[in-house]
């Protein structure tokens, strides 16, 4: 009774079912394994934010790239801001997701080289092409706490790095090609502002990244590996099934099938030859 198994549809379902069983499983893992980078990726962030500021001569330097251990890392810099060579960097949003600028203000440290500051986010002027009215940056000697930050790339952020920009305006925030512009040595990396607070609460600072959701990666993971162990139990299901209807067809002399084995659940009519007179 379970000759059907061979047919052409029943090779095709089953064969199928053995396809979709490794794949649902391996994509169960990929969603896995993205809940344990999100977990830890959150247990990073929460430890470098607990720790104590450090000044961050101590962790970059110029054409160094700031490694993902030290993403978010609290830092200090002491030093005087250079407004001459200050600029926006292009489509960048709000807590509230206005689209609008970062402010990268150029902080001359106490010898010499520069530190890359985002002092925030402003309002986008209604010319794109004009340098939007930026608050002005302290004056004097001031000491920067912030969160250390990696250069960062199309590759990473998604964002293209367009050319023929207006003046004074970039898409990616880039310690190399702040050296360029102002001619002086830059810290690898840049630092996110968190004080002193801005006066009047303009820049608005960027806010300090999630660390508390882990998303919904776990339970994808649990849905995949489901279905993966729902297959083989749908297929056991099918040809349960098709041999029930198949004695029930033999029973009362339906045939059971057709002669090469039949699709699942298919029905089969009996062919009588009718002898020529």
């Given at each position: 009774m379970y000759r059907f198994l061979l047919s052409r549809q029943w090779v095709i379902l089953t064969l199928v079912a053995l396809v979709l069983i490794p794949v649902m499983t391996e994509l169960g893992f990929w969603q896995f394994h993205r809940h344990e980078r999100r977990v830890a990726q959150n247990a990073l962030i929460e430890e470098n934010l607990r720790a104590e500021p450090v000044p961050v001569e101590k962790l970059t330097s110029p054409g160094h790239t700031v490694p993902r251990a030290l993403y978010w890392r609290r830092v200090t810099a002491t030093g005087t801001f250079d407004t001459a060579h200050e600029v926006v960097v292009r489509r960048r949003t709000?807590?509230?997701?206005?689209?609008?600028?970062?402010?990268?203000?150029?902080?001359?440290?106490?010898?010499?080289?520069?530190?890359?500051?985002?002092?925030?986010?402003?309002?986008?002027?209604?010319?794109?092409?004009?340098?939007p009215p930026v608050p002005p940056a302290p004056r004097g000697e001031v000491t920067v706490t912030g969160r250390l930050k990696a250069d960062e790339t199309t590759g990473a952020s998604g964002i293209k790095d367009l050319k023929g920009l207006p003046d004074r305006q970039v898409m990616l925030i880039s310690s190399a090609q702040q050296a360029e512009l102002t001619g002086r040595e830059v810290l690898g990396g840049y630092v996110e502002q968190t004080g002193p607070a801005p006066a009047g609460g303009t820049p608005e600072q960027v806010p300090e990244p999630d660390h508390d959701s882990i998303g919904a990666h776990m339970a994808y993971a649990v849905q995949w590996w489901l279905f993966a162990a729902g297959v083989p139990v749908g297929w056991f299901v099918l040809v349960r099934r098709e041999k029930r209807d198949r004695e029930a067809a033999a029973a009362t002399g339906g045939g059971g099938g057709t002669g090469d084995g039949g699709a699942p659940g298919a029905g089969s009519t009996a062919i009588q030859a009718t002898p020529s007179v």
């Open positions: 709000s807590a509230d997701d206005r689209v609008g600028f970062h402010v990268l203000s150029p902080l001359v440290l106490r010898d010499g080289r520069i530190v890359l500051v985002n002092r925030g986010w402003i309002p986008a002027a209604g010319d794109q092409r004009a340098y």
